[in-house]
């Protein structure tokens, strides 16, 4: 089921409620996941940001300054 058929039978079943506790939970629920969506996209990198890193790594690369997947893994063993 695609997500689209799903909200659709989310909000079918939704309306059917009768319960103002149950429907104050979802409202709680869906104002944190609001919040919650706003914070990261508020802490989240700006273009510019984002591509001086890709520079950044695409310059250490070249440049051979990174480490292999397997000294990495050494490390924490």
Do not use: C, G, H, P
């Amino acid at each position: 089921m695609n997500i689209e058929a799903r909200k659709i039978e989310f909000v079918q079943e939704f309306l059917k409620l009768q319960s103002e506790e149950v429907i104050s939970k979802f409202e709680k629920i869906l104002k944190k996941e609001k919040e919650s969506s706003n914070d990261s996209i508020e802490n989240s990198m700006t273009k510019e940001e984002l591509n001086a890193r890709i520079e950044k790594s695409e310059s250490d690369f070249k440049n051979k300054r990174y480490k292999k997947t397997s000294e990495l893994l050494e490390k924490y063993r």
